[in-house]
């Protein structure tokens, strides 16, 4: 299997800060990995790179077999093979456009705006991401009076439009209710095992958040991989206590993961 993402002693460095310190990673075709991490400690950053809008300050980046920064690698060529569903992204869309322009608009251009001769084919496909996300109910809604949950499924089915080789999804639980972030779990969880999906990467602060059929983890702590492998061994207790500064219990019930930390000692 090809390499959808491989980074090699990467670093980024900011104000003489590394924001993501000497990182080697590989993402192979159809996996689908959970990148876990403390507030701070590069999650973003790596999204970034997986996107190829921040390039490696040392070290080598591929993605999709494109070399950032090499000579020969068009990042506007790169980008649309590339789906993002995250915070800032929601912030730079129209909030006037409906549930279903969003979601068009993103086969011809990051933000484009609407006009009225897209493809019936288009459309249709437009429809079916939002079906699958349940948002069939929304679609005449304007983009900028949904929930924070619409608003997620919203942007997970336009990152789907362009049909990506890579997904990459940040904290797309975040500020959902019990009922919202179990709703979105499930779905992604549908996509995660559907093998026509693309390969995905996923952060979040929870492993509660985890949604069956994501096969890998990273974790990182202040911009240094702690631990990076298949799910069933590297999602443990250890890891996890190291990741967040504090000792943690990790338990896998059925296909779900709930962590919690140990009662203070008397
Ligand atoms: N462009 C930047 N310049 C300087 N510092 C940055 C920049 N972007 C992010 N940071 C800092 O880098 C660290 C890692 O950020 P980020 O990758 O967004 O973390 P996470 O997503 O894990 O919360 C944070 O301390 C953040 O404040
Ligand atoms: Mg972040």
Redesign the pocket.
């Known amino acids: 299997m090809s390499d959808v993402l491989e980074l090699v002693d990467v670093s980024v460095v900011?104000?003489g800060?590394a924001?993501?310190d000497d990182v080697s990673w590989s993402v192979k075709e159809g996996e689908r990995w959970v990148i876990l991490?403390?507030?701070?400690?590069?999650?973003?950053?790596?999204?970034?790179i997986a996107s190829s809008y921040v390039f490696p300050s040392t070290g080598t980046a591929r993605v999709l077999g494109e070399r950032l920064g090499g000579v020969g690698t068009d990042v506007f060529e790169l980008r649309p093979r590339i789906g993002i569903a995250g915070v800032a992204m929601a912030d730079k869309l129209p909030k006037r456009q409906t549930v279903l322009q969003t979601v068009l608009t993103a086969a011809y251009g990051m933000t484009a705006t609407w006009h009225e001769n897209y493809e019936a084919v288009d459309e249709e496909r437009a429809r079916a991401f939002l079906d699958r996300l349940g948002m069939t109910e929304f679609l005449d809604r304007k983009f900028g009076t949904l929930s924070e949950g619409e608003r997620k499924r919203t942007l997970i089915a336009r990152a789907m439009m362009t049909d990506p080789e890579l997904l990459l999804l940040?904290e797309p639980a975040a500020g959902l209710d019990l009922g919202g972030r179990e709703d979105l779990v499930r779905r992604l969880g549908r996509l995660a095992r559907d093998p026509y999906a693309p390969s995905m990467i996923m952060?979040t602060h929870h492993v509660e958040e985890i949604a069956p059929g994501f096969t890998h983890v990273l974790m990182?702590r202040q911009?240094k991989v702690l631990a990076a492998g298949p799910m069933e061994t590297e999602l443990s207790s250890r890891n996890l206590s190291l990741c967040f500064g504090l000792p943690l219990v990790v338990e896998h019930t059925g296909d779900r993961y709930t962590a919690h930390g140990l009662p203070l000692s008397p």
């Open positions: 900011r104000d800060r924001l993501v991490g403390p507030n701070g400690a590069g999650k973003t950053t790596l999204l970034n940040d952060v990182i911009g």
